[in-house]
């Protein structure tokens, strides 16, 4: 948390924040809060927050987002990523998807054996993804799992 809160300090009095904050407030309370860098360009969503109140229901998440995305043309940046994965609320702001991919490389026989075990989890990993039905199990259960 402290290098977080460092990232969004530094570079902040000359207006260039390593990381952006942009929040969203509404009856006293923060009801959104997007956190992303920006090259100049593309701006980068690196995490996001909704509030748990009874405000949830009226999308503040995706009415900040459209403010980020209004700023971030305003400034003449040519590119938003709103990061790796899906979410119904991502195609909303963006055409398409980049296509990712992980590279292993392993020089040693302890390096293969660990290259294989990564291709393996990533690859379960994509399989659970393509997969709603077993999205919405593993959802389901982290949330019933104590943090």
Same mark, same amino acid.
């Given at each position: 948390? &402290?290098?977080? #809160?460092?990232?969004?300090?530094? /570079?902040?009095? &000359? @207006? %260039? ?8 407030? @509404? /009856? $006293? ?5 997007? $956190? ?10 690196? !995490?996001? *927050?909704?509030?748990? *109140?009874?405000?949830? =229901?009226?999308?503040? /998440?995706?009415?900040?987002? *459209?403010?980020?995305? #209004?700023?971030?043309?305003?400034? @003449? ?5 709103? /990061?790796? @994965? =899906? ?5 909303? !702001?963006? +055409?398409?998807? &980049?296509? =990712? !991919? ?5 020089? +040693?026989?302890? $390096? ?7 291709? =393996?989890?990533?690859?379960?990993? %994509? !399989? ?7 999205? +919405?199990?593993? #959802? ?8």
């Amino acid at each position: 948390m &402290e290098f977080i #809160a460092d990232a969004c300090r530094d /570079g902040l009095a &000359e @207006g %260039r924040p390593v990381i952006e904050l942009h929040a969203l407030e @509404g /009856g $006293g309370d923060v009801l959104a809060v997007i $956190g992303g860098v920006c090259d100049g360009n593309r701006f980068s969503v690196m !995490f996001n *927050s909704i509030t748990t *109140s009874p405000y949830a =229901r009226k999308s503040p /998440g995706i009415i900040l987002m *459209s403010h980020v995305v #209004a700023n971030c043309a305003a400034r @003449g940046l040519t590119s938003f990523d709103l /990061g790796a @994965g =899906r979410a119904d609320f991502k195609t909303h !702001f963006c +055409s398409d998807a &980049e296509r =990712r !991919f992980d590279c292993y490389v392993s020089y +040693s026989l302890r $390096g293969h054996v660990l290259a294989w075990t990564l291709r =393996r989890s990533s690859a379960l990993k %994509r !399989f659970l993804k393509a997969n709603p039905a077993l999205m +919405s199990a593993i #959802a389901a259960a982290r949330r019933r799992t104590p943090t």
